[in-house]
């Protein structure tokens, strides 16, 4: 799956990836592709960007951290990214519920 698919996505998706806890970039990165069972395979010019702009937000804070002998970057959820993170669970519920009225099986 392309990144420019997830347009206006991709942030809920960090979002919800951060709420298990403290993560790496490239743990981020590949908790994405386990999640969605191989389809989001996004390279790191586009989840670092948008962890940028979610630090900007208020929503993830990071740190540094040394992991195995390397300098790593380490992302986190603050109590805004919590609850940015369930308004974007009910936006998305109510979009998902209102195209699947159209999308989804026909009718009988």
């Known amino acids: 799956m392309k990144a420019q698919a997830l347009h206006g ?9 951060l709420e298990g806890g403290s993560l790496h970039g490239y743990a981020i990165i590949e908790a994405l592709k386990a999640r969605s069972g191989g389809a989001l395979n996004l390279p790191t010019g586009t989840i670092y960007p948008a962890l940028r702009r979610l630090e900007r937000a208020g929503y993830v804070e990071s740190e540094w951290s040394t992991v195995n002998g390397r ?3 380490t992302y986190r959820l603050t109590g ?6 369930a308004g974007e669970r009910t ?7 209102t195209v699947g009225r ?7």
């Open 102 to 108: 159209f999308l989804g099986p026909e009718p009988a």
């Open 9 to 17: 996505h991709l942030d809920a998706l960090l979002l919800s990836v």
């Open 91 to 97: 936006s998305w519920h109510e979009f998902s519920s």
């Open 71 to 73: 300098e790593r970057r």
């Open 80 to 85: 805004s990214g919590h609850r940015a993170l």
